[in-house]
């Protein structure tokens, strides 16, 4: 049967290109020559050819809008991810080498198998003024202070940063989870404001633009928000233990710290053109939508030293253990300590 | 003065009224028929958000979308985010249209082939793309391949079925005719097998054109900088319910509008037909 046997190998062929399309993708991952030690001091000259994988978008228009780009660009490849879902399948893919996420992923990915370390972190001055988040109230739900909160149906997101900050607020409030309706869902987009203006939920904790657009469009029908008084203004670059193990990338990893520490330096001193560059331009918000978002952030906090991050980290690890039934971790063994005055130095060290 | 009487038929008498015959086909095409249901669609919207029985902030009204589109055109957001759009869904589509054709013909032709390859064509179709997109990231990363790829996976589908049907459907008066006349391999392909399945092929298009433009809002959600899905996934963000719509809006006018091409295709090529829908 000639032509049975043409059509097999045909199908045969086939296969094989499929096959060879599915390997030949490329990976960050990359063949380290030598590993380095996690304890070892950190090469402080990034070598030729050395390339690491960065999901830090906002961060990227930063570095683009005050010159510093061209020199960075030349070890670093920008990913558009961040938060923690889309970077940890990223470093399960090795197609990433550093993320940009807040409190949570760093535990979460830590409780899946996947080996992480923190190598920055930014925090805000005056947190609790300025907090990232606050408590959504859907219309006509009487919710005045924490107290009220007892026997209201809240959005619970376990592994978001949203979903621990319920846990905080429910523990400051004194009530445990069985006072209130847990109702999971994800914390995605806008899910959450139409989650409380169609009145699915009492209570949900929303952040950034949204808090305004909320207020804007629902306030009329009796929608607020509240302060949930605590703090909630970590955020940490992060990324897979094998990319540190590799010479080279900790190297070029070690010199976007300390860019990543100046282009925040940037951003809280030239505000005007951060809106104008970042929240008009690049992501297609209003002139007055930037400036709330920049006056709601106040100025950032980048400390030398991280011994109390850990502390609050190490709380926050209690909490979730508990409620989640997973092992509590030590939060300092999440931080790599080797990196913990890059970017306050390179700050102090003035911006080129 | 009736001299026929054929048998069935009804002489027709002065005495009695014309009967006309029912019509049992749809009877002519109605002039710009397909913009009918569209319009129809527009108006009920526009009705509707000017009487404020549609709530602003649950649906835009249609004049806030055409507002904030001129707005996203005059920025050249809308288009550099079409532009990168279309180029992903096209080289996602004609790769998938040539994966698609060449699986059916080598299950079509060979009774091999298709024990190898049909199984696992209908297992792929019972799984949706998006549940598939995890392991695509871990397979080939999060660059510009995985997303054609995911795009391709979805169009090759439902091309394959329908030219694989529109094949294996092709009367068996032809292929003897072609074996009588001794048509070689190829030339039997290319003069019974293609132009027998187009009617098939042509259909499985028009699901895989519009299935192109749907895998992109899966795809453009992950490291995308561009893109439609891309503009409306950043506007959910932010809550900017009318960009949302603007995106909606133009995946319909372009779905609405690949599935116009298609079908205008199919009206030349298969003009040889004489079928209810001519």
Redesign the interface.
């Given at each position: 049967m000639p032509?049975?046997r043409l059509?097999?190998v045909?199908?045969a062929a086939?296969a094989t290109v499929a096959l060879a399309?599915?390997c030949g993708?490329?990976?960050?991952g990359g063949d380290a020559a030598g590993t380095l030690a996690l304890d070892a001091p950190l090469p402080t000259t990034v070598p030729d050819g050395a390339k690491i994988v960065v999901?830090d978008?906002a961060t990227e228009v930063a570095l683009k809008l005050s010159g510093q780009y061209d020199a960075v660009s030349k070890y670093v490849k920008f990913?558009?991810?961040s938060g923690g879902p889309?970077t940890t399948?990223?470093f399960?893919?090795?197609?990433?080498d550093l993320g940009s996420v807040a409190e949570i992923p760093s535990i979460n990915a830590t409780w899946t198998g996947l080996h992480v370390k923190i190598v920055a972190s930014k925090f805000r001055q005056d947190p609790i003024g300025h907090p990232i988040y606050k408590l959504g109230i859907a219309p006509g739900a009487s919710v005045k202070t924490l107290g009220d909160l007892r026997g209201k149906k809240i959005a619970y997101s376990p592994g978001q940063a949203q979903g621990a900050l319920i846990l905080k607020v429910l523990k400051k409030a004194g009530l445990t989870k069985e006072d209130v309706k847990l109702v999971e869902l994800p914390s995605?987009?806008?899910v959450y404001?139409n989650a409380l203006?169609s009145k699915q939920v009492d209570v949900a904790p929303i952040g950034?633009?949204?808090i305004k657009?909320?207020l804007a469009?629902?306030g009329k029908d009796g929608a607020a928000t509240i302060d949930h008084g605590l703090r909630d203004d970590a955020g940490h670059l992060y990324g897979p233990v094998e990319s540190l193990q590799d010479p080279a990338k900790a190297a070029a990893i070690r010199a976007y710290v300390a860019a990543w520490g100046i282009a925040q330096e940037w951003i809280d001193k030239h505000p005007k053109e951060w809106i104008a560059g970042y929240y008009v331009k690049d992501?297609?918000?209003s002139e007055a939508?930037g400036q709330w978002l920049v006056d709601n952030a106040g100025h950032p906090d980048i400390p030398a030293d991280w011994s109390d991050a850990i502390k609050r980290q190490q709380d926050t690890i209690d909490l979730l253990a508990k409620e989640t039934g997973n092992p509590v971790i030590q939060a300092k063994d999440l931080y790599d300590l080797r990196f913990q005055t890059v970017a306050a130095d390179a700050i102090k060290g003035g911006a080129k | 003065m009736s001299a026929t009487t054929l048998p069935g038929l009804r002489t027709r008498s002065s005495a009695t009224p014309v009967v006309r015959r029912r019509r049992l086909g749809p009877g002519k095409p109605i002039r710009f028929g397909a913009a009918i249901g569209p319009v129809l669609l527009l108006a009920i919207w526009s009705i509707g958000s000017a009487t404020g029985w549609i709530d602003q902030?649950i649906l835009s009204a249609p004049w806030t979308v055409v507002t904030t589109a001129g707005d996203l055109i005059a920025?050249g957001?809308l288009q550099s985010n079409l532009w990168t759009s279309a180029q992903r869904a096209l080289i996602g589509l004609a790769l998938g249209i040539v994966l698609g054709v060449?699986?059916a013909l080598?299950s079509g032709?060979?009774?091999?082939?298709e024990a190898?390859?049909d199984g696992p064509i209908q297992i792929k179709r019972a799984i949706p793309s998006l549940a598939l997109l995890?392991l695509l990231?871990?397979?080939?990363?999060?660059?510009e391949?995985?997303k054609v790829?995911t795009i391709l996976l979805g169009v090759f589908i439902p091309v394959y079925i329908h030219t694989h049907n529109g094949l294996r459907t092709i009367d068996s008066r032809y292929v003897e005719l072609a074996q009588t006349v001794g048509l070689s391999?190829w030339e039997f392909i290319r003069r019974v097998v293609l132009p027998g399945a187009l009617p098939g092929f042509l259909l499985g298009l028009r699901f895989a054109v519009t299935g192109a433009w749907l895998s992109l809002v899966v795809v453009e959600q992950?490291?995308?900088?561009s893109g439609i899905g891309y503009?409306m996934?950043?506007?959910?963000?932010?809550?900017?319910?009318d960009?949302i719509i603007v995106g909606l809006v133009v995946y319909g006018a372009l779905g609405l509008l690949s599935d116009g091409v298609v079908r205008l295709i199919q009206r030349r090529a298969l003009s040889w037909r004489r079928t209810l829908a001519s």
């Open positions: 032509r049975t059509y097999a045909l199908s086939l399309a599915g993708a490329d990976k960050a999901g978008p990913a558009n991810l889309q399948e990223a399960r893919a090795h197609a990433l995605t987009g806008d404001s203006s950034g633009v949204q657009r909320y469009k629902y992501q297609g918000l939508d | 902030r920025d957001r060449v699986l080598i032709l060979s009774r091999l082939g190898v390859l995890p990231i871990l397979w080939l990363g999060i660059g391949s995985m790829i391999q992950i490291n995308s900088t503009m996934e950043l506007a959910r963000t932010y809550g900017q319910t960009i």
